[in-house]
């Protein structure tokens, strides 16, 4: 069935140092999702990407939906404590009974 | 404007047992979706519902079951509860069409429940 891979599982980072996950999909999406989820959390809307060649951009998180629909990445610049947590990307494919498909997350860890 | 609420937060159960969770959209919002996250598996799909019908079904087995009424608040109902089945289960409403038509998803806090 339709899969969103999403890559790394883990990254540790330095306070500062930026960090990136990426969402592949097997198939076209129609648009991604991006949510993040803090420790002990529940999972909060980031953004929306529609369009092929998307980037938009909240202050040091750059989004980018790729130019075949069918992968996505989240870029944080000089991350902060704050960052800390899951992000998950969630894709919608037409083709799925419109049913979104979620990636498995990648967790950023800031290192003492 | 309440966002999602679900109930209870915890709950223990043993094996064997059955157990009902509720979830209370955002006032408007007529899909409901929900989710079991365990550590390190992600958010699994369970089902969807919009408008009391049953949309869309994830993969798992029938012991997991759901049902949402006219005000589109929605129960998930577990019976003969295993060991495997603790876990956060988290509800998310939608406007309109629901996730599938690209509505945002505001979840709840979720209900974490032991099974012993």
């Known amino acids: 069935g339709q899969q969103v891979m999403q890559i790394p599982q883990y990254q540790h980072v330095q306070e500062g140092e930026d960090f990136t996950t990426y969402c592949n999909s097997s198939?076209?999406?129609?648009?991604i999702q991006w949510y993040k989820q803090r420790p002990g959390g529940h999972p909060v809307f980031l953004i929306q990407l529609v369009k092929s060649g998307e980037v938009k951009k909240q202050k040091r998180l750059t989004f980018q939906f790729g130019e075949a629909k069918k992968n996505s990445s989240l870029h944080i610049t000089a991350t902060q404590t704050t960052d800390v947590g899951t992000y998950f990307c969630a894709g919608l494919n037409m083709d799925s009974n419109y049913q979104l498909i979620w990636g498995a997350g990648t967790k950023l860890i800031i290192k003492p | 404007k309440a966002g999602v609420t679900q109930t209870p937060r915890y709950l223990i159960k043993t094996r064997g047992q059955q157990v009902t969770l509720s979830c209370s959209p955002i006032s408007g919002h007529r899909s409901v979706s929900w989710y079991q996250q365990t550590p390190g598996q992600g958010l699994q799909f369970l089902f969807e519902y919009f408008s009391e019908t049953q949309r869309n079904k994830g993969n798992f087995p029938g012991r997991f079951s759901g049902r949402q009424f006219s005000n589109s608040r929605s129960e998930m109902n577990v019976s003969t509860l295993e060991l495997g089945d603790s876990a956060l289960y988290l509800c998310a409403s939608s406007l309109d069409g629901g996730p599938g038509f690209g509505n945002i998803q505001y979840f709840g806090a979720g209900t974490r429940l032991s099974v012993l």
């Open positions: 198939t076209t999406l129609s648009n």
